[in-house]
């Protein structure tokens, strides 16, 4: 549905995206992850027609985005990073607007707006001026005119951005139900929304493509080693950090242990598993058979950045990136 070959986008001197290819089939949802500055909206602007490529090309349904822009157009909604949304319109008012620029009937507009309130849940704003509305909402009234045309692709940049925890759930569940019928891909920051919501992600790194997989095979790979977060507590200078260390440092499996903290009597340290190893009990028998009062020992979350780190880490020292489909080609 999407197709992507050896796009390259470049702003004067800064190469926003570096000869990046992937594809998405029909009714897929992909999350598209990368730091700051990756190149994601990047991508995206070239996806939905709003900027040129440098190089290399870019398909929606067979319709290439340089050559047959309009037929892109009719098939994507885009939720851009900040919605392009009127603040003097008011909500029912600009999605008529959007949705008559969309191309559909007069007829059925009303209709067709109703039902976008209802399934981004801003029923409720329907006659406020969009200048009025709250981030969240305005966010939502982005993703309904993004929805309107019920096009075949939605691409959605941070969608969830400045939404709460309820909003959260419910554009997730709004998601789900779009898939299947309709090819998603969103990008996003926060890693556990995408093993919420996609089957697969692309991973991209200063421009360039670092994975693509399925969040099944992802997690598992980042998984396969545990980091622990260990707390000893240290009545008058004793244990001595560097002995805490130094013990911590030999339990079998261990990467590596990194000193985070030390004050109010507790030291904290941050412990790395070698791949596949289960290190925590080991950890815990180890300070206790020290004599030493272990206040606390949990695993910690890996966070986006966790996984570049590994990811980008993995890819210098040679290894095979995660099971790469634009490697395999
Ligand atoms: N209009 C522009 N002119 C010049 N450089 C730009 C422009 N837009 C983006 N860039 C640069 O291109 C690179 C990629 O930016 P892009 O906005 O695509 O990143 P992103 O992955 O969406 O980041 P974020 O997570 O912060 O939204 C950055 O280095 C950025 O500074
Ligand atoms: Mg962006």
Same mark, same amino acid.
Request: glycine letters at 8%; proline letters at 5%.
């Given at each position: 549905?999407?197709?992507?070959?050896?796009?390259?986008?470049?702003?004067?001197?800064?190469?926003?995206?570096?000869?990046?290819?992937?594809?998405?089939?029909?009714?897929?949802?992909?999350?598209?992850?990368?730091?700051?500055?990756?190149?994601?909206?990047?991508?995206?602007?070239?996806?939905?027609?709003?900027?040129?490529?440098?190089?290399?090309?870019?398909?929606?349904?067979?319709?290439?985005?340089?050559?047959?822009?309009?037929?892109?157009?009719?098939?994507?909604?885009?939720?851009?990073?900040?919605?392009?949304?009127?603040?003097?319109?008011?909500?029912?008012?600009?999605?008529?607007?959007?949705?008559?620029?969309?191309?559909?009937?007069?007829?059925?507009?009303?209709?067709?707006?109703?039902?976008?309130?209802?399934r981004c849940a801003i029923g409720d704003v329907?006659?406020?001026?969009?200048?009025?509305l709250s981030k969240g909402y305005r966010q939502r009234v982005g993703l309904a005119?993004?929805?309107?045309?019920?096009?075949?692709?939605?691409?959605?940049?941070e969608p969830t951005s400045g939404l709460d925890p309820k909003q959260i759930i419910e554009i997730r569940e709004l998601l789900?139900?779009?898939?299947?019928?309709?090819?998603?891909?969103?990008?996003t920051?926060i890693?556990?929304e995408?093993?919420h919501s996609?089957?697969?992600?692309?991973?991209?790194?200063?421009?360039?493509?670092?994975?693509?997989?399925?969040?099944?095979?992802?997690?598992?790979?980042?998984?396969?080693?545990?980091?622990?977060?260990?707390?000893?507590?240290?009545?008058?200078?004793?244990?001595?950090?560097?002995?805490?260390?130094?013990?911590?440092?030999?339990?079998?499996?261990?990467?590596?242990?990194?000193?985070?903290?030390?004050?109010?009597?507790?030291?904290?340290?941050?412990?790395?598993?070698? +791949?596949?190893?289960?290190?925590?009990?080991?950890?815990?028998?180890?300070?206790?058979?020290?004599?030493?009062?272990?206040?606390?020992?949990?695993?910690?979350?890996?966070?986006?950045?966790?996984?570049?780190?590994?990811?980008?880490?993995?890819?210098?020292?040679?290894?095979?990136?995660?099971?790469?489909?634009?490697?395999? +080609?």
């Open positions: 549905m999407i197709k992507v070959e050896g796009l390259t986008k470049r702003y004067a001197r800064t190469v926003a995206v570096d000869n990046i290819s992937f594809e998405v089939e029909k009714g897929q949802i992909v999350g598209f992850l990368g730091p700051n500055g990756a190149g994601k909206t990047t991508t995206m602007r070239v996806l939905t027609c709003f900027l040129p490529p440098t190089a290399g090309t870019a398909s929606v349904a067979g319709f290439d985005v340089q050559e047959h822009p309009i037929e892109v157009k009719r098939r994507i909604g885009y939720l851009p990073e900040s919605p392009p949304v009127y603040p003097e319109m008011e909500v029912t008012e600009y999605l008529e607007f959007t949705g008559k620029l969309k191309g559909i009937p007069s007829a059925d507009i009303k209709k067709r707006v109703d039902e976008v309130l209802g329907r006659d406020k001026l969009i200048g009025k005119q993004a929805i309107i045309h019920n096009p075949d692709v939605l691409i959605l940049d789900k139900s779009l898939a299947g019928n309709h090819t998603i891909i969103l990008s920051h890693l556990s995408v093993e996609c089957e697969r992600v692309i991973i991209i790194s200063q421009g360039k493509l670092v994975a693509i997989d399925s969040v099944a095979n992802l997690t598992n790979r980042l998984r396969g080693s545990e980091s622990v977060a260990l707390e000893v507590e240290a009545a008058a200078g004793s244990p001595n950090p560097s002995d805490v260390q130094v013990r911590l440092e030999q339990v079998a499996g261990v990467r590596s242990v990194v000193m985070k903290d030390s004050k109010d009597g507790r030291l904290t340290f941050e412990v790395e598993s070698l +791949q596949g190893r289960q290190i925590r009990a080991d950890l815990a028998r180890s300070v206790v058979n020290a004599g030493w009062n272990l206040s606390e020992l949990r695993p910690v979350g890996l966070s986006l950045e966790d996984v570049f780190l590994q990811l980008t880490a993995a890819e210098k020292k040679g290894e095979a990136p995660a099971e790469s489909e634009a490697a395999k +080609q």
